[in-house]
């Protein structure tokens, strides 16, 4: 009932040709000539020009980004923080309720 099916493998279909024997050729030295002259390569970027408007954009991006991480972390510490606090309370109320219980049997 629960035992896996293997495929079998088919008989390779058509005409199998045997392997192309590659002969060894010699190899010839060429004639050397002179070195090409180098050529100066084409700038493939253009430069920035970084303007006093450009400038106060990125220190304003920059600054938001870094105000908004900051927030999010600052959040999540104080949801660990609260979360660590409530799980001490329940536990002491939970210490209290089964200490109660102890003392009265």
Same mark, same amino acid.
């Given at each position: 009932?629960l035992?896996?099916k293997i495929?079998t493998?088919p008989?390779?279909?058509?005409?199998?040709t045997?392997?192309?024997?590659?002969?060894?050729?010699a190899?010839?030295?060429?004639?050397q000539?002179?070195p090409p002259?180098?050529?100066?390569?084409?700038?493939?970027r253009p430069?920035v020009?970084?303007?006093?408007?450009t #400038?106060?954009?990125?220190? %304003?991006?920059?600054? /938001? *980004?870094?105000l908004v &991480?900051?927030?999010?972390? @600052?959040s999540m510490?104080? #949801?660990?923080a609260?979360? %660590?606090a409530?799980? /001490? *309370?329940?536990?002491? &109320?939970?210490r209290?309720? @089964?200490h109660?219980?102890?003392?009265r049997?």
């Amino acid at each position: 009932m629960l035992r896996p099916k293997i495929p079998t493998n088919p008989t390779p279909a058509g005409h199998l040709t045997p392997p192309v024997l590659v002969e060894p050729t010699a190899v010839v030295p060429s004639v050397q000539g002179p070195p090409p002259a180098p050529v100066a390569p084409a700038p493939t970027r253009p430069t920035v020009q970084l303007t006093p408007g450009t #400038a106060l954009a990125l220190v %304003g991006g920059g600054t /938001a *980004v870094v105000l908004v &991480v900051g927030a999010v972390l @600052v959040s999540m510490l104080l #949801a660990v923080a609260i979360t %660590g606090a409530s799980v /001490a *309370v329940c536990a002491l &109320v939970i210490r209290s309720i @089964v200490h109660a219980d102890a003392k009265r049997r």
